[in-house]
């Protein structure tokens, strides 16, 4: 599966980000990412088969060990660094960033958005359900921003700075069966926000709606009054002039796992091992913050087994069981809940499942086809991908019923299973030069998991901000 693969060198974009300057003897970030690249390197030199096992890329379609060191000459970053200054955590944080700590949770006065509450509440009747609807044309009022505009854009969610030839999916709108959704006011947002933090927490796809999240808002804040900064799995976007924060961490179980920590990678771990109870080591980030976005899904779902730590990660001896796919999510769903029922959160959202599109079989089109070369929706109102578990839908459904605490669920699942188009497919950054065989063959290393922006995820944006505003 390259899922898993791609996901992984997502989760680098971290570390090539421009990382805050800081004094001392530690070494730069990006230098650590230098030198772990050149490990990385020297380990798929080595082991390159148990690597390509582990990150499941076919044979055929390996990461030649010629590839990754040209592309290892072609950086910057020389690996001529003291073997020592490798941090064995890299993702072990310094305390929660520190303007974001002082944030308080309550204004404790009237703001500007509740007057436009009442305007939103006409819009958002109860029998409305949002995500059931359809995508409309609209060319005038889409996209909402214009990648170029927004320098938070990543790598690899720039598809039309990698050449993507067609903008048609920039331009469709998503319109609910009973009513309309209220446009994204970015004043209003920011207002609402006003001295809060407001946090994304999981994987590389929620990490991709935190940036859109980023674009949607950043236009109304002077430069001098914003900055986006990273500090191991966390990334903060300021906004001073409302003394606001929105950040994002990384996190892709929520719970504690081996793949929370790059430096696994270094040690040929194959199976996935996540902490039974561990909400709390993740948790301790983001108990400070008054709004949550959570995500989790596509790290649980390759293989059919999980192996569950009982223990610590810590102990010489672990005791490990194995658990299937649905009972280990049930675990992690549950200590989700039990988190934001011990901490008071109120204003806490979690985002279903994003489909992938790498088998265009599932529409209909050819045998070996995938997401690439796709420019327009799926039309069939009931269609739904086999890359969408109906199990894990029921469990949360189930899950999230019986919950006591008030969790919002963005069901975008549907709405995204019909935008094939919408992905980042060839267009992004492909961190490894492509072989000749794959440039004759685009199919092959489409990324057919996550979204361009502007795009998709704009549009779960917008579904959040109106369940944000409505409640
Ligand atoms: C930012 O918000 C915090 C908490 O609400 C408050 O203590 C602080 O004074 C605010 N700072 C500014 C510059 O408004
Ligand atoms: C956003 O809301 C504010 C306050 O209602 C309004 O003045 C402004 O025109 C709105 N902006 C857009 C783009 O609709
Ligand atoms: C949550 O609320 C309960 C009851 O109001 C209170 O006893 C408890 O201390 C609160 N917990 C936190 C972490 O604020
Ligand atoms: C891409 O789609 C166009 C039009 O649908 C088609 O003509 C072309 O052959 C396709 N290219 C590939 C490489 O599949
Ligand atoms: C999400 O929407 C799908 C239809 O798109 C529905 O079948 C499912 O029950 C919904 N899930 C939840 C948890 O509401």
């Known amino acids: 599966m390259k899922q898993l693969f791609y996901l992984f060198l997502s989760s680098f974009s971290l570390f090539l980000r421009k990382h805050p300057s800081r004094n001392g003897s530690r070494l730069p970030p990006f230098l650590s990412f230098g030198l772990f690249g050149f490990i990385l390197f020297v380990v798929v030199f080595i082991y390159g088969e148990d690597l390509h096992y582990f990150l499941g890329i076919p044979e055929q379609k390996q990461l030649g060990a010629t590839a990754f060191s040209s592309n290892f000459q072609q950086s910057k970053y020389h690996p001529h660094l003291d073997q020592n200054s490798l941090n064995p955590h890299p993702t072990l944080l310094p305390n929660p960033s520190p303007i974001a700590a002082q944030l308080i949770a309550k204004t404790g ?43 938070y854009i990543q790598q690899q969610h720039s598809c039309q700075a990698h050449g993507r030839p067609d903008k048609d999916y920039q331009s469709w709108t998503w319109q609910p069966h009973g009513c309309s959704l209220p446009s994204f006011n970015a004043s209003i947002m920011l207002e609402k926000l006003r001295g809060k933090r407001m946090m ?96 989790t899904y596509i790290w649980w779902i390759r293989g059919s087994k999980l192996q569950i730590l009982l223990g610590s990660f810590e102990e010489e001896k672990k005791e490990i069981v194995e658990m299937q796919t649905e009972d280990a999510y049930r675990m992690a769903m549950e200590s989700i809940l039990e988190w934001v029922d011990k901490y008071n959160k109120t204003r806490v959202f979690f985002t279903g499942m994003s489909p992938s599109h790498g088998r265009s ?77 794959q440039l004759a063959n685009p199919v092959q290393y489409a990324d057919c998991v996550h979204w361009c922006l502007p795009g998709l995820q704009d549009t779960w944006n917008e579904l959040l901000y109106a369940k944000l505003l409505h409640s």
């Open 200 to 295: 994304f927490i999981g994987d590389s796809i929620n990490r991709g709606q935190f940036i859109s999240f980023v674009c949607l808002l950043h236009r109304l804040i002077p430069d001098h009054g914003k900055s986006m900064t990273s500090f191991g799995s966390l990334t903060v976007f300021r906004a001073e002039p409302y003394n606001a924060t929105v950040e994002f961490y990384w996190a892709p179980f929520l719970l504690e796992s081996n793949f929370d920590n790059r430096a696994t990678l270094l040690k040929k771990k194959k199976k996935r091992i996540v902490r039974k109870g561990s909400i709390n080591t993740h948790g301790e980030y983001w108990k400070g913050a008054d709004i949550l976005v959570f995500n």
């Open 361 to 437: 079989s599932d529409w209909g089109g050819d045998k070996d086809g995938n997401c690439y070369n796709q420019t327009t929706p799926i039309e069939d109102p009931s269609y739904w991908g086999t890359g969408s578990r109906k199990s894990i839908m029921r469990l949360i459904e189930d899950v999230f019923s019986r919950s006591k605490v008030p969790i919002t669920f963005l069901n975008i699942t549907q709405l995204s299973e019909f935008r094939k188009d919408a992905h980042t497919s060839i267009y992004k950054n492909q961190w490894i030069p492509l072989t000749p065989k």
């Open 109 to 151: 006065t009237k703001t500007k958005t509740d007057d436009y509450v009442d305007h939103l509440r006409g819009v958002q009747e109860e029998y409305c359900d949002l995500f059931s609807g359809r995508w409309v044309w609209d060319e005038t009022n889409r996209p909402l921003y214009e990648a170029s505009e927004c320098p």
